[in-house]
């Protein structure tokens, strides 16, 4: 646990844009499934999206049509783009590659 950095994480208003990066500091196992959680204090931790070694991609009911995955070309890298953000998208987001996984980073939705 740990390996993974995220950056992009903040304070946002409702209806606003962030867009999360994942780094790893080496190159991923192609057959690697890759995604991000999110946790809320004294809740459990929530799948958000995953992105598997084909491209095939999943999203929670709540965020589909607002939040995009993606990963770099070099497969040290992985993205995610929230739009539209609302209050309850706010928690400590997590990313992971493989058994590898990130400290995570605050996302705040609020006016």
């Known amino acids: 646990q740990g390996q993974l950095v995220e950056s992009g994480g903040g304070l946002v208003q409702p209806g606003g844009s962030l867009r999360l990066t994942c780094r790893a500091p080496f190159r991923m196992r192609s057959e690697y499934n890759m995604g991000w959680y999110r946790q809320v204090l004294g809740k459990q931790r929530e799948l958000v999206s995953s992105i598997g070694p084909s491209g095939d991609t999943n999203y929670t009911d709540s965020v589909k049509g607002r939040f995009t995955i993606s990963r770099g070309n070099d497969k040290n890298m992985m993205f995610l783009q929230m739009n539209s953000l609302k209050s309850e998208d706010t928690a400590v987001y997590y990313c992971?590659?493989?058994?590898?996984w990130g400290q995570g980073t605050q996302v705040t939705v609020s006016s």
């Open positions: 992971y590659m493989g058994p590898y």
